[in-house]
């Protein structure tokens, strides 16, 4: 009884397919077959007739579909083409034919088309590649990848936008005020004190005349030419008055009978304490600080 593939009709059910499956085909014998919708049955091959001319006029998937074919029929084995392999040795080998194995053809037919690009390796043989996943899950893992690098890039732009504006600012002192500091010191205040010793500049039995003289120019070295103290303002203003006596009372020939009270008179500038400044003032040292989200930058 003859054997029947799981995936439709066998090649031993039809007299085309045992003929091809069981001949040598060099690669362009292959190319040609793609091109019968009956070659192509019987090589077990399952493309539309579009896709059949895609793959034929596609050198390299018209290769890749032919090294498959040749890899799931172990006993077909192919002519050597000088055309297609330049470095192959000028002899073919033919391998006896026979004892096809009709699992490996349904199980090639049923392999999806590759007619539009190269194929994927598997088993060591270029074969059409068996899905799209490979390529989906490329670009779903890309799609992951920027996803989460967008996600990354719009929270540090949100980050950055809260930092500025929640961003405080102060003033920050580099170095603290200085105060000023000040010295004491003696000065001058222009006024002048006079005192009296108490020691007449007169003498007894001095002409009375010559008395009032004496105290004259005691007067005038004291008390005249500068502003005085009130103090000596008063001192002075007595011995003027005693001098003006003693000049009213002045006659010829009189003399000095007894010494008064009023005694030589000295002038001395007033002096005060005061404070100066020893210019030493600094004003602080400072700078706007800005603190962003209360740990980056300068925080108090």
């Not at 896709?51 to 090294?67: G, I, K, L, T």
């Not at 040749?70 to 080998?93: G, R, W, Y």
């Not at 006896?96 to 590759?114: M, N």
């Not at 001395?268 to 304490?273: F, H, I, M, Y």
Request: glycine residues 8%; proline residues 7%; aromatic residues 8%.
């Amino acid at each position: 009884m003859p054997a029947t593939s799981p995936f439709g009709s066998g090649l031993s059910d039809d007299p085309v397919s045992a003929i091809i499956t069981s001949m040598a085909l060099s690669l362009e014998e292959f190319r040609s077959s793609l091109l019968d919708a009956v070659s192509r049955q019987g090589l077990g091959i399952q493309l539309t007739d579009a896709q059949s001319q895609q793959v034929a006029a596609d050198p390299q998937a018209s290769r890749s579909w032919y090294e498959y074919w040749l890899s799931t029929n172990p006993q077909t084995a192919p002519v050597v083409d000088a055309s297609s392999t330049p470095d192959a040795s000028p002899t073919a080998e033919t391998i006896p034919l026979g004892g096809h194995d009709f699992a490996r053809t349904a199980a090639f037919a049923s392999a999806p088309p590759a007619y539009g690009g190269g194929p994927a390796e598997y088993a060591g043989h270029a074969v059409p590649p068996t899905s799209g996943e490979p390529q989906k899950k490329s670009r779903v893992g890309l799609w992951v990848a920027l996803s989460i690098v967008g996600a990354l890039l719009l929270i540090a732009v949100i980050i950055v936008v809260v930092a500025f504006t929640t961003a405080r600012h102060w003033t920050k002192v580099d170095s603290p005020e200085k105060p000023e500091t000040f010295h004491s010191e003696e000065y001058e205040t222009g006024l002048y004190l006079v005192s009296d010793d108490g020691v007449s500049p007169c003498a007894v039995d001095q002409d009375w005349t010559d008395c009032i003289d004496a105290m004259e120019v005691n007067y005038a070295g004291a008390c005249a030419g500068v502003e005085l103290v009130p103090a000596a303002v008063t001192l002075c203003g007595q011995h003027r008055a005693e001098i003006d006596r003693m000049r009213a009372e002045d006659s010829e020939g009189s003399v000095v009978a007894s010494l008064g009270d009023f005694g030589h008179l000295t002038r001395t500038p007033e002096t005060a304490t005061r404070q100066v400044s020893n210019k030493d003032y600094e004003a602080a040292v400072t700078h706007e600080a800005v603190c962003y989200l209360g740990f980056l930058g300068e925080c108090e």
